[in-house]
């Protein structure tokens, strides 16, 4: 039996992306620019995001004045309007990303349903099969009817997700191997080429390794929580085949 359910994983799954939602309407630089996101780049050897600004400890270590002078560059950019469009293109392209997130979030926590109603009234419907006889009526034959569309219902819904999580799963992993294998050697100190400032090398970056990463780890333990659950099924079905069997007998 695993120790988190599919469904507490997949609404906690979806209670975190839209914490990251939220990060990105309120301050995208903070979740773009975290530890966890610099360290990973920086052990992969990935560069920067474009759209993620990256922290500068020799700014803060030369004192004062030198932060003085990037404080006040920054301002003369903002005064005269350089810089200005990029900003206002990176804050539209975090919206968009966090409604995206906000749908993706709100399906998920709604279709994990599937996976715990059935399973809940998995034992209650097999108690009751076994206190039944042929004997007592209706009741009887409408008891396992509706137990056999729980678990139908069950069956289904786990075979869906254990595709949806394989497909996460190889899409996640073949964009990780992409990123590690093909642009992991750019220094994060150098400066990206202007071709490659539009289309798909956009995406080699490492906001986008770390989120593909997590993305690969979280779907690939579901699908090991989901076959558990699956056998967990299996095994009670058995059981109440040979209660019923040894009932006819």
């Known amino acids: 039996m695993p120790l988190l359910s599919s469904t507490l994983l997949?609404?906690?799954?979806?209670?975190?992306?839209?914490?990251?939602?939220?990060?990105?309407?309120?301050?995208?630089?903070q979740l773009l620019s975290s530890t966890p996101i610099w360290l990973l780049g920086e052990s992969?050897?990935?560069?920067?995001a474009s759209y993620a600004p990256e922290p500068q400890p020799g700014l803060h270590d030369a004192g004062p004045g030198s932060s003085r002078?990037?404080?006040?560059?920054?301002?003369?950019?903002?005064?005269?309007?350089?810089?200005?469009?990029?900003?206002?293109a990176e804050r539209e392209l975090c919206a968009l990303l966090a409604v995206v997130l906000v749908g993706y979030a709100v399906m998920i926590f709604l279709f994990a349903g599937d996976l715990t109603l059935p399973s809940l009234s998995?034992?209650?419907?097999?108690?009751?099969?076994?206190?039944?006889s042929p004997s007592s009526g209706p009741a009887t034959t409408s008891?396992?009817?509706?137990?056999?569309?729980?678990?139908?219902?069950?069956?289904?819904?786990?075979?869906?997700?254990?595709?949806?999580?394989?497909?996460h799963v190889l899409a996640s992993s073949g964009l990780v191997a992409w990123i590690y294998l093909f642009h992991s050697q750019a220094g994060t100190n150098r400066s990206v080429p202007s071709s490659s400032l539009?289309?798909?090398?956009?995406?080699?970056?490492?906001?986008?390794?770390?989120?593909?990463?997590?993305?690969?780890?979280?779907?690939?333990?579901?699908?090991?929580?989901?076959?558990?659950?699956?056998?967990e099924v299996a095994k009670a079905l058995a059981r109440r085949r040979e209660f019923e069997d040894d009932g006819e007998d």
């Open 10 to 29: 997949l609404r906690t799954h979806s209670l975190t992306c839209l914490t990251f939602a939220y990060y990105l309407v309120t301050s995208p630089s």
């Open 44 to 48: 992969m050897s990935l560069r920067p």
């Open 69 to 88: 002078i990037s404080t006040s560059h920054r301002l003369s950019s903002l005064i005269t309007g350089h810089g200005t469009a990029n900003m206002h």
């Open 122 to 132: 998995l034992s209650s419907s097999a108690s009751s099969g076994k206190v039944s």
């Open 143 to 167: 008891s396992p009817r509706r137990y056999g569309e729980e678990v139908h219902t069950l069956l289904t819904a786990q075979s869906r997700w254990l595709s949806l999580a394989g497909l």
């Open 198 to 231: 539009s289309g798909f090398p956009l995406l080699a970056n490492r906001v986008t390794f770390t989120a593909a990463l997590m993305d690969m780890l979280f779907w690939g333990y579901l699908w090991t929580v989901l076959k558990d659950e699956g056998r």
